[in-house]
C-alpha cells in the first residue's frame, strides 16, 4: 500500500511540474512578444506599390474572370488569392467565370508554390521550444519564399495571352534579437493589414500596358 500511494503521489508531483512549466513556457513567450520580441518582414520585387499607382484607373472598369482548375478540385491557394484579388479592389468585379455572365479578361493556368512550412523556420519545433526556454534568448528565425504564376486572356482574342508571375518572401524573427530588426521600418511586429492584396495590385499595376494590349 505504501509503495501504491508513493508512485500516486510521485505521478502526482510530476503532473504539477509539467503543469508549471507549460504554464511557465506560454507566460514567458508571452511576455517575449509583448515586450516585441516578434520582428516580421513581407517583402517582393514588384513592392513598393507607390511606383505602379498611377495606373489604377485602367483596371477599374474591368470585370476579371477565373478559371477553376479543370482537372481537379478547386485549391485552397486558388480560392485564397481569388479572395485576396477582390480585397485589393484591383477590378470592378472578381469572380469565377461560371459564376459571371460577362468578363473583359479572364486569369486561366493558376499555379502556386511555396515553402514547406516544416522546412521554414531554422531549427523547426525544436527552435521554438529553445526560445522559449531561454526566454527569447536563443532567437528562432522563419524564412519561406512563395512563387504565383498565371495567364491572362480576352474572351475576345483567346489565343493571345499573356504570362505573369511574382515572388514574394516572409520571414519571422522570435527572440530579443528582433528588438535589432524592429527599428526599421520593413520590419513589424505583426503582419501587416492588405500586405498581399497590396501586392497583387503591384503586379497588376507594373503590367498594365502589356494587359491592355489584350483588350484592344
Known amino acids: 500500500m505504501r509503495l501504491i500511494h508513493r508512485r500516486q503521489t510521485f505521478t502526482t508531483v510530476f503532473m504539477r511540474n509539467v503543469v508549471k512549466l507549460a504554464l511557465n513556457s506560454v507566460l514567458i513567450l508571452s511576455m517575449c512578444i509583448v515586450y516585441g520580441c516578434v520582428a516580421y518582414n513581407f517583402s517582393s520585387d514588384f513592392l513598393p506599390l507607390e511606383e505602379n499607382q498611377a495606373r489604377k484607373a485602367m483596371f477599374q472598369s474591368l470585370a476579371l474572370g477565373v478559371e477553376r482548375p479543370p482537372d481537379k ?7 485564397k488569392f481569388l479572395e485576396n ?3 485589393s479592389e484591383v477590378f470592378r468585379t472578381v469572380a469565377y467565370v461560371d459564376g459571371v455572365s460577362t468578363t473583359d479578361l479572364v486569369l486561366t493556368s493558376f499555379f502556386f508554390r511555396g515553402t514547406n512550412p516544416y522546412h521554414a523556420c531554422m531549427l523547426g519545433f525544436e527552435g521554438q521550444l529553445l526560445t522559449i526556454a531561454t526566454a527569447g534568448l536563443f532567437p528562432q528565425v ?3 519564399g512563395y512563387e504565383v504564376s498565371f495567364a491572362l486572356y480576352s474572351p475576345k482574342h483567346k489565343q493571345q495571352r499573356k504570362a505573369v ?13 528582433a ?4 527599428p526599421s521600418s520593413d520590419w513589424t511586429v505583426m503582419p501587416r493589414e492588405n500586405e498581399y492584396a497590396n501586392l497583387l495590385k503591384a503586379v497588376f499595376y507594373r503590367q498594365a500596358d502589356d494587359i491592355y494590349q489584350l483588350l484592344k
Not at 179 to 182: C, K, W
Request: contains cysteine.
Open 73 to 79: 478540385p478547386e485549391s485552397y491557394d486558388l480560392g
Open 85 to 87: 484579388l477582390k480585397k
Open 142 to 144: 522563419c524564412k519561406a
Open 165 to 177: 508571375s511574382f515572388r514574394y518572401q516572409t520571414r519571422n524573427i522570435l527572440g530579443w534579437a
Open 179 to 182: 528588438l535589432f530588426y524592429l
